[in-house]
Structures are given as C-alpha cells and as structure tokens.
C-alpha cells in the first residue's frame, strides 16, 4: 500500500521517473540464452476460419492434439509478432500481448511433454517471439515429468510467464511494477484465448509461489544471468486439453519443482543495456514484498448471471474469424473525437466482461477468484444512450459497496434496453469528455472516443483478506479485463487502448470515493481509431528487410 501511495500520479506531482527517453541506454525488447538450442516453430497457415465468437463458448471445439504445430499456433496467438512498423530508419515490433509502452517486460516459457519435432524428451522452453521459436533452457528427466504432471489430464503442460523490471522502468521509473503487472496480467489472457482457439483450458496455478516458479523456469541461476538484468517470477498457468475439475488451489511438490531445478540447463541471457543509469529500489522491494500469496480459493459464482441474462441474446454469430481479430489487434495511438457505437455493441463489450454462473467461459476461468476490478464509466458517444458516468459492478453483490462508497447524489438507475443481467448503473447525466481526458494525464483519447474507463479495484479489503501477493493479481485481473476490451473492439471494427497514466486521487473524487478502500488501477478508452499515414506496416515474418 505504501508503494501504491508513492507512486501515484497528482496534477502538480508526478511518480518519480527520469523524466526523459535515455535513447542510450534503452533495452533490447528480445531476451535470448545464448547456447541455447532454438527450435523454430512452422508459422501457421494463415486464414484459419475459426469465429472469433467461438473463443467464448465452453466445450464448442474439439482439442486439437499435442504437436508441434498446435504448439506453434498456441504461441502465434498468444506472445509473437503480429506486424513490424516502419517510419524512415526505423522499425519495431508489435506483437500479440499489448505493453505499456511498447516495451514488454513479459517473457514466456512452456514447460512441455516430449514432443516430436522439438524433442525426445521433456524439457523447459523459453519463447522467442522474433524467432517464433523456443530456446531449449532445460533437459527433464521423463520420470521427473510423469510425477511432476500425475495430477493433471494426459497431454497437459505448463506455461510460465516472467517479468524484466527494467524494461519498463527504463521509461516510467517507480511505476513501472504497476505496468508489469498489468502486462501480465494481458499476457495471461493472450494465452487463454490461445488454448479457447485450440480447444483448450487454461487455469492460473494459484498457489504455486515466486520461488517455484523461479525454480520451474529457471529464474534463480546466477550464472545464467551474470551481468544481465534478473527476470522476476510471475506465474505458472496449466494447459489441458479436457475439462479439469480438479483443485483449482493444487500445488505443485516442492520436492519435484526442486527436481526439475537441478536438471541439466543450458544457455546464458543476454545484456538488455549496457548499463542503467538511474535505478529504483522501491520496485525490488515491492517484488519482494508482493512474494508470499495467501490467494483466494475457489468462490462461490451461484449468484452471477447466467450467459442468457447478461446478454440480450447467447452470441452464435460474426463475421470477424478469432485470427483476424487477435492477430489485428492494435494499440490506438489517438482517437478520431466523433465515431459513435451502438448501445447494443456497448452492451454486448461490457457483458463480456462480467463471469457467468457457470464460471466455465474464457477468460475468466482462468482465475479462481471472484471480480475485484469494477469499471467507472465516462460514456461520451452510444447511440441512444445519454452521456455521463456510469460504473459497471463486475460482481453483482458489491453493487451496494460501491453505491455507499459513491456520491451520494448519483442517480443509479438502469438504463434502457441494458440486458437484466447486466450491473450496469448510470450515475450522473452530461458531458464528460474533457473531465475523462483531464484525470488521464490530460490525454485527449480519453475523451476523443467512445467511452473511456478507470479500473476500480476492491482494495484494501482484499489485501487485508489475501495479504499483499493479492496487489499483483488486481493488476492482473485488470489487464484480463483490458485484453477483453482489446479484442471486442476489434471484432466491432474499432479501436481501444489502455491507458496507463492517470491521476489516482483525482479519479476517485471524480466518483466520490474518499477512502483507500477502492483504488483505480488502469484506465482504457474505445472508438474510433486515427491511422498514421506516416507508418509503414510489413509483416511480422518471413519478410528479411522488415527485420
């Protein structure tokens, strides 16, 4: 809590940082383990015909089998390239994982079965997103992996995510473990559409701790990374091809974790920057302090809406396939101040975001807990929907907790033709456009599109609950519910950012929210996207000179 205080903005005090782009010492987006054998992925056949509608609906595709080409297509989806932009002398990626920045902090590993065409034996697999490949950074032994995976489905595997601090504070200096989190918690939910697309489940294994992970992934060896920046733990997620209804709270042995560490390694990191010039300890001793999880089991949905409830109608239908729109996903870099959408595809946006009864719908049953993100609203161009704020509870039971810790003059009332199991509440009539874009660091996309939003999180309370490992999953969970917001405005042919740089209080007062019990943790805008005609855009393989 004190790290989250330190490291807010204010309209005349901003999160300590640099302050500038130190051009010199700006890190290499790509880890790679020199000595590490790289295994390049087939680039998957493009034009696949899967509805991206279809990544929503539980059980409606059967699993693809275990290869190296659903291998490949399940890290195409979810961490690699998607196109490379060019202005003059220069060019950078952009990939399928947003970043703040474009910096990505986020590094991926799979933890993989033997598999013909990338090895006869199990091993640990970090993800190369410009090589689409993975580098072989452990040898497992097969008795070590059948005891490790006894507990999970046949064709099961596992896949970790970490986080390169630097990366991101290189720009953004003491707030830059927020944005790491927020990244991964996007990363998380790349991935779980990735296994949808396939036919897969994914879960966040929520009890398995910094340390194991370090282990499973190889994070903790010194000599590997001597001289290089360190990757800090995030988490550990399993990929089964069925349905598992096993202890969404499994841990994995400490006894087998340390086994696979003391596999034979290979390969040594790469120098990011030839040096740091400035360095933030705040953001190592949040890591450190963020370690221990006491994480949420599994809770009780029972009273969530049903899919028929929260949308006005099941969505069975759509022009727009899964690949087009996870693959031509973008950033907004500034929004065209007129472009309205429907009530009807605002509605339909929102409902994707709120857990069904049966808690069985992507991407949300990929974590165990109940919402603690809730959205506050500035609504500036919907069709037949009045302007104004509006806060969207994505847990129904906390709808009274907010409306007591809201202004108590807010009107709170349904609004029209908004499906009835939609939390939906407008709260105050009028144009917010310019309040949107001042308490976002006075970004003008803020309000130049269709709506906008701050992320409110349940806060304190649940810290207290969970203890401070919790801080890292709200940005997680807000990151699932901006990937959301990312794909869905793609598929309506529009477009959407997160947003990052807010002023935290001012936020709040907006709202009227007077204590530290609810935090806004990221803010998000939607419309209609302003293409710059000065980029070129190449592709993001197999074309030499784009590299």
């Known amino acids: 809590m004190a790290y989250h205080e330190r490291t807010k903005h204010h309209y005349h005090r901003s999160a300590a940082s640099l302050g500038y782009m130190d051009w010199a010492t700006q890190p290499d987006p790509c880890r790679r383990y020199a000595g590490a054998s790289l295994?390049?992925?087939?680039?998957?056949?493009?034009?696949?015909a899967l509805p991206y509608w279809q990544l929503y609906v539980a059980d409606g595709l059967a699993p693809a089998p275990l290869s190296i080409d659903s291998i490949s297509l399940f890290f195409r989806y979810a961490l690699s390239l998607t196109a490379w932009k060019r202005f003059h002398d220069t060019t950078w990626a952009l990939?399928?994982?947003?970043?703040?920045?474009?910096?990505?902090?986020?590094?991926?590993?799979?933890?993989?079965?033997a598999l013909g065409a990338i090895h006869?034996?199990?091993?640990?697999?970090?993800?190369?997103?410009?090589?689409?490949?993975?580098?072989?950074?452990?040898?497992?032994?097969?008795?070590?992996?059948?005891?490790?995976?006894?507990?999970?489905?046949?064709?099961?595997f596992l896949v970790g995510l970490s986080s390169i601090h630097w990366r991101e504070a290189w720009k953004y200096g003491e707030r830059a473990f927020r944005y790491c989190q927020h990244d991964a918690g996007h990363a998380l939910g790349t991935l779980r559409f990735a296994a949808a697309?396939?036919?897969?489940?994914?879960?966040?294994?929520?009890?398995?701790?910094d340390d194991a992970v370090s282990q499973l992934l190889g994070l903790d060896r010194e000599a590997d990374y001597a001289g290089a920046e360190r990757e800090?733990?995030?988490?550990?997620?399993?990929?089964?091809?069925?349905?598992?209804s096993s202890d969404r709270g499994l841990c994995l042995s400490k006894e087998l974790v340390s086994q696979v560490a003391a596999s034979r390694w290979y390969g040594t990191a790469n120098v990011l920057s030839s040096e740091h010039g400035v360095d933030w300890p705040v953001i190592d001793q949040v890591a450190v302090a963020t370690t221990n999880r006491r994480m949420a089991a599994d809770e009780d949905f029972s009273r969530f809406p049903s899919e028929e409830e929260i949308f006005a109608a099941p969505v069975r239908s759509g022009a727009c396939t899964a690949e087009s729109v996870i693959l031509g996903r973008r950033s907004a870099v500034s929004m065209d101040a007129s472009t309205a959408i429907a009530a009807a595809t605002f509605f339909r946006m929102l409902a994707r975001l709120v857990p069904t009864r049966d808690g069985r719908s992507a991407p949300w049953d990929a974590i165990?807990?109940?919402?603690?993100?809730?959205?506050?609203?500035?609504?500036?161009?919907?069709?037949?929907?009045?302007?104004?704020?509006?806060?969207l509870a994505r847990d129904p039971e906390k709808v009274e907790p907010l409306r007591k810790a809201m202004r108590g003059e807010f009107l709170w009332q349904r609004p029209p033709s908004c499906p009835p199991g939609l939390p939906l509440y407008l709260l105050k009539e009028g144009d917010c456009r310019a309040l949107a874009a001042s308490v976002s660091c006075g970004q003008d996309i803020a309000g130049d599109g269709a709506f906008s939003l701050g992320m409110i999180a349940d806060y304190k309370d649940t810290l207290v609950t969970h203890g401070a490992g919790f801080y890292r999953n709200l940005f997680w969970e807000a990151g699932l519910v901006g990937q959301v917001l990312y794909l869905e405005a793609e598929a309506a042919g529009i477009g959407s950012t997160g947003i990052g740089c807010y002023f935290d209080d001012p936020v709040?007062?907006?709202f009227g929210i007077s204590s530290r019990d609810w935090q806004s943790v990221y803010h998000f805008t939607v419309g209609g996207p302003v293409e710059d005609t000065r980029l070129t855009t190449l592709p993001a393989y197999n074309l030499e000179d784009a590299r």
């Not at 990505?104 to 993989?112: E, S, W």
């Not at 190369?128 to 999970?152: N, S």
């Open 39 to 48: 295994v390049r992925l087939p680039l998957p056949e493009a034009g696949r």
């Open 95 to 113: 990939r399928a994982n947003p970043s703040s920045g474009n910096l990505h902090p986020t590094d991926g590993y799979a933890i993989l079965p």
């Open 120 to 156: 006869d034996r199990p091993g640990v697999y970090h993800y190369a997103p410009k090589e689409h490949g993975l580098e072989r950074r452990a040898d497992l032994d097969p008795v070590v992996w059948a005891a490790l995976t006894a507990a999970f489905p046949e064709g099961s």
């Open 197 to 209: 697309a396939l036919g897969w489940k994914l879960c966040l294994l929520d009890r398995v701790g």
């Open 232 to 244: 800090h733990p995030e988490l550990v997620a399993l990929v089964v091809r069925e349905q598992w």
């Open 368 to 391: 165990a807990w109940r919402p603690r993100i809730h959205l506050g609203l500035f609504v500036h161009r919907v069709n037949d929907l009045s302007p104004g704020l509006y806060v």
């Open 508 to 510: 709040h007062e907006v």
